[in-house]
């Protein structure tokens, strides 16, 4: 499999799917990614996940499945919020996405 360019993986139905799911409030479930850091969180996870996909062998691209992949997209994507975030509380709603929150 050739290296994957950043277009095509920006534009994948994985990486759309996954934004979608996170950075967009859905009813009661808020999204835990503050506006401020989403532009540099979308660029940098794309970024890390592209470099993580192309450093993985045929046979190791090939056993792996999608759900596996989403998996690891969004385990960058928190790991790289966690870096951007500013305040303590930001850090704990990213730990526990789903916890209810005031405000």
Known sequence: MELISKIKLNNSALVQSTFEFWLKDRGHIRTPFPIYIRKDLEKQAVS???DWINQLDEKGKKEMGDGFFRDKFEEILFQIAMDLVETEDEKLTL????MLRQG
Do not use: I, S, V
């Open 48 to 50: 890390r996940f592209m």
């Open 95 to 98: 730990h526990f996405p789903f």
